[in-house]
């Protein structure tokens, strides 16, 4: 089975230092079910492409199977294992391209940072759902998708089309996005994988859907194919993209029995209890301006320019493609102007004080603090609580104890946390941060409530005074209506 990955960048050549394979270079890498190797069939400054063969052994495979696995008989050794790419072709890109999923070159790190021209084809895939499903699933990940089904027998065109399709993926995106989409996306289209799923499928899932698997359309029909149509583990996946993703609305939360996971029992994700949480604080803060720090593809923002209370919004985050969504998401182009003239989409990093976060009844920090690393938190809450000094300060994070919830969990919540805090660290950090800028901090949880584990998110609604001046939160509020009325 083959796959090709071509660039037309300039100098194209490059595409060896993003895959960290020498374009002059024959590389052959062993795994369980044969032999994956790696070429240039072409490398000049104008186009080069890398090629990824895998000549899989069906007999190893066969003998590599685990003991309790379903004996096929012939099928383990008269398949299309070794002609048509599957998961088979997904591990050993996984394996071979391994530094270049993760994002990192060293040599070009602003390349391997940033999208560029791509050219994806692999001549014969499984895909249940012929050319139509598979335009569906790469199409919104900004792919110009090129899909044709192979016939059963070119000699015989009243047999009709195979399963199988010639795919072909153009667009400008980055490398390491391409490489993870892949991965998830070979086994989705055949739904089939050569190997036991076990709990730990679901982290594998969530780290190479990353940044595309939560905002995704059909993000239920790829979870449901990747996990094999494991119900149990899907409802796991669908919890936790819930609890990660901005745009995820459907998936149940977490609970301890199965009862409590069927539909009838499912209840309000946490990512939308999160957002209404925010949003009545603010309310109840009576702020006229906020402004949204690392506001993602631009939720929140979207619900408070629907809350005519808020006469003036502005989102930050530190990507600009993730800004861009955000704008696609508000159809800025199409606001009326008095409607435009409320909403400001800027970039910023939240480390750096930058003036332009000053000025504001309150700002938001939701689900961020947790993605910043430790020695840099410092930097933040001087950016924010010192330079830009808003009214009041609403910041939400997940809380560590009640991670034991959620099933096949192992480690953090998500792959880019730097941290996750328990509810006495939490407590510590809110009253060393509002003694030092003086606020005063009032604490809440969010979700379904432990009474051993807590809230699965913690929030701190911090307003600024001090503790002598017997300024409080509450007392803000009434303040606030006053000012209003």
């Known amino acids: 089975m083959l796959l090709t990955v071509s660039t037309t960048l ?11 394979k020498h374009p002059d270079q024959v590389q052959e890498f ?3 079910f044969g032999v994956a190797t790696v070429f240039y069939p072409e490398a000049s400054d104008d186009r080069c492409t890398a090629a990824l063969m895998l000549d899989v052994d069906p007999v190893r495979l066969a003998r590599s199977r685990a003991k309790g696995s379903p004996d096929f008989s012939l099928a383990q050794y008269v398949n299309d294992r070794s002609y048509a790419a599957s998961s088979l072709l997904g591990v050993a890109m ?7 999923r993760s994002g990192r070159c060293q040599a070009r790190q602003e390349l391997a940072d940033r999208a560029i021209p791509l050219e994806i084809a692999i001549p014969v895939l499984p895909c249940r759902g ?9 199409a919104p990940l900004g792919w110009t998708v090129e899909a044709e089904a192979i016939p059963l027998d070119e000699r015989f065109p009243e047999w009709g089309d195979s399963r199988y399709v010639r795919l072909r993926l153009t667009g400008d995106v980055r490398l390491a996005d391409a490489l993870n989409q892949l991965h998830v996306l070979l086994p989705v289209l055949d739904e089939s994988k050569h190997y036991w799923q076990g709990p730990d499928e679901v982290d594998k899932l969530l780290r190479s859907g990353e940044g595309w698997l939560a905002t995704h359309p059909d993000q239920e029909l790829i979870t449901r194919r990747y996990l094999g149509r494991r119900g149990a583990l899907t409802r796991v996946a669908l919890a936790r993209l819930a609890e990660l993703g901005d745009d995820v609305e459907d998936a149940v939360s977490p609970a301890e029995d199965e009862e409590a996971l069927q539909p009838e029992a499912a209840r309000i994700p946490l990512n939308a209890q999160r957002h209404d949480a925010v949003h009545q604080a603010l309310l109840e803060l009576g702020a006229r301006s906020v402004v949204d720090l690392g506001c993602g593809p631009g939720q929140l923002v979207e619900r408070l320019v629907a809350t005519p209370s808020f006469t003036r919004i502005t989102g930050t985050d530190v990507s600009v493609r993730t800004l861009q969504h955000a704008a696609r ?25 930058d003036p332009r976060l000053a000025g504001y009844d309150a700002a938001v920090l939701m689900e961020v603090v947790e993605h910043v690393d430790p020695s840099r938190l410092e930097a933040l809450e001087r950016a924010v609580f010192g330079a830009a000094k808003p009214g009041a300060v609403v910041v939400t994070t997940p809380n560590r104890e009640f991670n034991v919830r959620y099933e096949g969990l192992s480690g953090m919540r998500h792959r880019d946390h730097r941290f996750e805090w328990d509810r006495a660290e939490f407590t510590a950090w809110s009253d060393r941060v509002a003694a030092t800028y003086g606020y005063v901090v009032e604490r809440r949880g969010i979700g379904e409530h432990d009474d051993v584990l807590g809230a699965p998110t913690q929030m701190a609604v911090f307003v600024r005074g001090t503790a002598d001046d017997q300024y409080s939160v509450d007392q803000h509020r009434v303040n606030q209506r006053g000012t209003r009325d």
């Open 30 to 32: 062993r795994q369980s």
């Open 10 to 20: 300039q100098p194209a050549t490059d595409l060896g230092y993003l895959l960290h």
């Open 94 to 100: 996984a394996h071979v391209f391994s530094t270049a």
């Open 130 to 138: 012929g050319p139509t499903i598979a335009d569906r699933l790469f």
């Open 329 to 353: 998401r508000l159809h800025l182009e199409r606001m009326s102007e008095r409607q435009a003239e409320r909403v400001t989409l800027f970039q910023s990093a939240l480390t750096y004080e």
